[in-house]
């Protein structure tokens, strides 16, 4: 009788086994949620050492180190000197060599790498002349392997409307790509099915929308 319970409370609790967080689902939620909430620098470095830790350990997955970089360039981008940018930007850079040698997105990892290179660019104009062709190419790579990435359309967007604020030109195309980027992005947001894959970009969008208002 006392076998027979025990089986049947190890049948009634097999399921919640089977179905509960592993580790590195629970560290990975944990540090996302630090990252969804981030707003200084601090926060985002608190998050990029989570990640960095996951990826330590978890070194056959490329979305620790994918999360890591992202929260490594947006350090950068709301670094108000310009001088302390490329310490943020060189540690995100080797996130991004890590997913290289895995199995990963290819346009996502692109689509950060653009982005990367755009901060690296604002830091003066100089470097806007040495790592524009670069960074183009970069992004449309990214848009060419998945024109359906949201993040691509943006980052391939963005990099237009600069351009073309700079040369004095027509941002009508860029600007129906912030759209188009919009609304992939709202779409991809009901429609993912995998946990901690990338999502970022609706603030950067609704912001880059604004100025073409303007």
Sequence with gaps: MRTLTGLFIAIILCPVFSYGETTYEKAMKDAFDGLN????????????????????IE???????YHAAYAKVMMASIEADPQKKDPFLDAAQLNLDAIEKLQHDESERLALKGFLIMIRMSVSLDRGMELGM??????NQAYTLNNQNPRAVLMLAQFKFGSAQYMGQDTSESCAMFDEAMELLEQTETAQSEPFLPAWGNNLAVFLQGQCQN
Excluded: S, V, Y
């Design 37 to 56: 909430q981030a707003a200084t620098i601090d926060d985002f470095r608190e998050a990029a050492n989570q990640f960095d830790r996951i990826g330590d």
């Design 59 to 65: 070194k056959d997955k490329w979305l620790p180190q």
């Design 134 to 139: 670069d960074c183009g190419m970069i992004l």
